[in-house]
């Protein structure tokens, strides 16, 4: 188990009562989409986890058994499913997933708690790299239906 997201001085739990006390603070601009983006993919990544969520970062068997089952589940229907429910846009993040890796790099080059922020979404993306399939592949999201199947492995 790793608490820490990437390079990111903050374990998870920090980063998320961190980033959800931002919101308050990061009005507009990239701060806000990047913190709005962080908690949209954490919402994400509680659902894929199942249980209590997303509270770490999984390694080892925990991690192999999570990325074989969203391998298994998104290798099925990899395309947008005809209800439209695949998104390239996770609820409340006014960025795409490609945008924000380049949201992302553009946090990470700022100073203070924007440079963390930037880190901390970078840890994200690397982590649902690694459960999709290697660098790049987190290119959309599981459907509903199919983030309920990851949770109950």
């Known amino acids: 188990m790793d608490d820490r997201l990437g390079s990111s ?6 980063a998320r009562n961190v980033v ?4 308050h603070v990061a009005a507009e601009g990239p701060e806000y989409d990047g ?3 962080f908690l949209a993919l954490c919402d994400y990544l509680d659902e894929l986890h199942g249980g209590a969520g ?10 192999s058994a999570l990325a074989g089952a969203v391998r298994r589940i998104h290798g099925r229907s990899a395309v947008p499913d005809r209800d ?11 960025v ?21 922020l930037g880190l901390a979404l970078h840890g994200l993306y690397s982590y649902l790299d690694q459960l999709y399939g290697g660098p790049g592949a ?6 509903t239906a199919e983030r309920d199947r990851v949770a109950s492995r």
């Not at 001085?9 to 920090?14: A, F, L, N, R, T």
């Not at 959800?20 to 919101?23: D, E, K, S």
């Not at 997303?54 to 080892?60: E, K």
């Not at 890796?101 to 100073?111: K, P, V």
């Open 9 to 14: 001085e903050w374990s998870v739990p920090e």
């Open 20 to 23: 959800a006390q931002l919101r």
């Open 35 to 37: 913190v709005e983006l």
């Open 54 to 63: 997303f509270d770490r970062v999984f390694t080892g068997s925990e991690r």
């Open 84 to 94: 439209g429910e695949r998104l390239v846009q996770p609820v409340n993040a006014a």
């Open 96 to 116: 795409t997933l490609t945008e924000g890796r380049a949201l992302a790099a553009e946090l990470e080059s700022a100073d203070a708690w924007q440079r963390e």
């Open 138 to 143: 987190f290119t959309d999201l599981l459907t």
